[in-house]
């Protein structure tokens, strides 16, 4: 009996990003490709795809990939430079070859040994990357290579096509020969009866060979009598590059294809689902150990959700090598530790990844006799989750639900420096898995509620007659800020944290004023805002014979509206999540000036989505002025567009209003 293993599991995340590779033939280049310095099909390119062509042949135990590249631009050049990762234990590069020819048709081939760089080694794994670089590229240059990646005859592999590119694509061609159980003279067949099968990372059988896809259209797979899978694509356009969008993972054609013990997609997550609860729950095993920590950490007169606050401050205090660092084999024996296993092992250690820590909180929770289940969700960062794509690892992190008094309490003990009943971004309105009282399935998690993102800005600035200015800002932070800023301070020192938040005060500084952050309060408290006090100098206003002219909105003076100049969208726009921003400076104004005009009262609403709001007050000596920007939406999809951009170029406009100072008259008789 001859026992494949499949690598689909193992690999996916080594091809995504990179093409499974080529066998095709080198080609002459026409005089038209030779002398082509544009392209009217993809005008301003920087470079375009002339030929792609992809073949798998699982049976044979090799992926190729080939490519035909014209170069219009500098930074097309960067395509000169091929990156090859592959699973070093498993996979062989080989059979690379290149060669640039310039326009006047001279060739200049790949010469030398290319790099063979380490970019991943753990214990069970080497993810190794072939690194070449076609020479004497210019611009107006073909570039044209080809590769190959071979497996052991014992594995069996799947590919991913991925349709479309950073550049246009003119013509592509995919193909694919799965493994010999499932051509159409054996797809029928027992397969453990014939001896030669597949099994995935759990030793279950595989009985089918499932795809899926996001196409062009007018593009299908087509499938022929020996079992071959084909695609053919022209004329595909670049991967859209705009702002705010939504994971690439999420809209890009792109083509997967899988061995599977399931022959549908709700067989198949339905079989997922069971598995994963069942794992969860062994690994948050409450045992003694647990029981007795729990003890340790509560009270009996303890309500249940101070309990759970309670337990979730002791695992957050843990060592989160998600953000530190992992401990090596040799440590964990010199320690006399062990890989967590269980639940009790991270506590043990007292460290662990986020996905351990959560675990943990699942299994103390539980030990506190509190109804708690978890739920495992999609990185919105990274994508967004898909039912048809039959991949249980699209699924990155775990949440932990907590049933008190009849409600649903979502925490996110995993994320280092996440407040209680917080979930970072990432997380919210994330699709995937979760546990129930009566069974798993699939669920969305909650929402994060705009007005849980807050960041305050209130300055107070000291104006002289010529426009100089000193004063300080404080800006108060809560939610996802105040988050991203906590996780970078336990990556740098204070020094290293000081430098990376000046920088981001470049784009919110006028220009001719200097922002230096002085100090941070409650860096390490995150149930408390985040508070960054600020201080400023420089020139801010200009000043005429009679007047003196200052910006109306401090923190807007340089105008970044976003989309304001983009006039259509082609994808949804992702904001991350919903804020509120507020901004209050008072000016101290210089003796002898007063105001002669400002901002007016101003509210600007996109209903249901966001709205803005201005309210100025002035006294003698100063002038107060105070700017709200409350957006409540997350995500605004491309029909949506020009509302949500003719509302940002009201902002835009309002934001151009000037605080204008004139001399005071001179009494009579002076």
């Given at each position: 009996m001859r026992n494949h293993k499949c690598l689909r599991c193992v690999v996916a995340f080594v091809l995504i990003g990179v093409p499974v590779l080529a066998k095709a033939q080198f080609q002459a280049p026409t005089d038209e490709e030779l002398k082509m310095t544009a392209d009217a099909k993809a005008p301003g390119a920087a470079a375009v795809y002339l030929n792609i062509e992809e073949i798998a042949d699982d049976p044979t135990h090799y992926q190729t990939f080939y490519a035909r590249i014209k170069v219009l631009t500098e930074k097309g050049k960067e395509l000169a430079t091929v990156e090859v990762p592959y699973l070093k234990s498993a996979f062989k590069v080989t059979e690379i070859k290149?060669?640039?020819?310039?326009?006047?048709?001279?060739?200049?081939?790949?010469?030398?040994?290319?790099?063979?760089?380490?970019?991943?080694?753990?214990?069970?794994?080497?993810?190794?990357?072939?690194?070449?670089?076609?020479?004497?590229?210019?611009?107006?240059?073909?570039?044209?290579?080809?590769?190959?990646?071979?497996?052991?005859?014992?594995?069996?592999?799947?590919?991913?096509?991925?349709?479309?590119?950073?550049?246009?694509?003119?013509k592509a061609h995919y193909m694919f020969t799965p493994f010999k159980a499932f051509m159409p003279n054996t797809r029928n067949n027992n397969l453990e009866a014939t001896g030669n099968y597949l099994t995935d990372a759990h030793g279950d059988v595989i009985n089918s060979l499932l795809w899926w896809h996001n196409l062009p259209k007018d593009a299908a797979i087509k499938t022929d009598l020996g079992g071959h899978f084909s695609l053919d694509v022209v004329d595909v356009p670049p991967a859209p590059d705009e702002e705010w969008m939504p994971p690439a993972n999420s809209y890009l054609y792109k083509v997967f294809f899988y061995y599977k013990n399931a022959f549908t997609a709700q067989e198949f997550w339905v079989h997922e689902a069971k598995r994963w609860s069942k794992e969860v729950d062994q690994f948050a095993e409450v045992s003694k150990a647990l029981r007795s920590a729990v003890a340790g950490l509560t009270a009996p007169t303890d309500s249940e959700i101070d309990k759970a606050k309670k337990l979730y401050a002791a695992v957050q205090a843990l060592d989160n090598t998600d953000y530190s660092r992992k401990k090596s084999e040799s440590e964990l024996k010199q320690l006399k530790l062990k890989e967590a296993k269980r639940a009790e092992d991270t506590w043990t250690q007292k460290s662990g990844t986020s996905e351990d820590i959560a675990m943990l909180y699942l299994a103390m929770a539980r030990a506190a006799g509190l109804q708690a289940y978890a739920m495992k969700v999609v990185d919105h960062d990274q994508g967004i989750f898909d039912v048809s794509y039959m991949n249980i690892n699209q699924l990155d992190d775990t949440l932990v639900i907590l049933s008190i008094g009849g409600n649903d309490i979502v925490v996110d003990p995993g994320e280092k420096m996440c407040p209680f009943q917080t979930v970072s971004w990432k997380h919210a309105s994330a699709g995937g898995l979760r546990q129930s009282a009566k069974e798993v399935g699939a669920a969305v998690s909650?929402?994060?509620?705009?007005?849980?993102?807050?960041?305050?800005?209130?300055?107070?600035?000291?104006?002289?007659?010529?426009?100089?200015?000193?004063?300080?800002?404080?800006?108060?932070?809560?939610?996802?800020?105040?988050?991203?800023?906590?996780?970078?301070?336990?990556?740098?020192?204070?020094?290293?944290?000081?430098?990376?938040?000046?920088h981001s005060l470049e784009t919110i500084m006028p220009e001719g004023v200097e922002g230096h952050v002085d100090h941070f309060a409650a860096l390490d408290q995150p149930n408390e805002k985040l508070v960054a006090t600020v201080t400023m100098k420089g020139t801010l206003g200009a000043a005429t014979s009679k007047r003196l002219l200052l910006p109306g909105f401090l923190f807007?003076?340089?105008?970044?509206?976003?989309?304001?100049?983009?006039?259509?969208?082609?994808?949804?726009?992702?904001?991350?999540?919903?804020?509120?921003?507020?901004?209050?400076?008072?000016?101290?104004?210089?003796?002898?000036?007063?105001?002669?005009?400002?901002?007016?009262?101003?509210?600007?609403?996109w209903t249901g989505h966001a709205a803005y709001i201005v309210k100025t007050a002035a006294s003698p000596g100063k002038i107060i002025i105070a700017r709200t920007l409350a957006r409540a939406f997350t995500l605004a999809k491309p029909e949506e567009y020009q509302d949500l951009r003719g509302f940002y170029q009201k902002i835009a406009t309002a934001d151009q209003a000037q605080v204008v100072l004139t001399a005071a008259p001179e009494a009579k008789g002076n």
């Open positions: 290149a060669r640039t020819i310039h326009s006047d048709g001279t060739v200049v081939p790949l010469v030398g040994k290319p790099e063979d760089l380490l970019i991943i080694k753990s214990t069970d794994r080497e993810i190794g990357r072939m690194v070449f670089t076609l020479p004497s590229v210019e611009v107006g240059c073909i570039l044209e290579y080809k590769y190959q990646l071979s497996y052991d005859d014992n594995l069996s592999s799947s590919p991913m096509w991925e349709i479309q590119r950073p550049y246009f694509v003119h909650p929402e994060e509620t705009y007005t849980n993102n807050s960041t305050t800005r209130t300055g107070d600035i000291s104006v002289d007659a010529h426009g100089g200015i000193t004063g300080t800002v404080q800006i108060a932070m809560a939610g996802q800020e105040a988050l991203r800023w906590r996780q970078a301070a336990l990556q740098n020192d204070e020094t290293e944290l000081k430098k990376q938040f000046d807007e003076a340089r105008g970044h509206q976003p989309f304001v100049s983009q006039e259509n969208r082609l994808e949804s726009v992702d904001m991350h999540y919903g804020e509120r921003l507020t901004d209050q400076v008072t000016y101290h104004l210089p003796a002898g000036l007063t105001v002669e005009s400002a901002p007016m009262a101003t509210t600007i609403p």
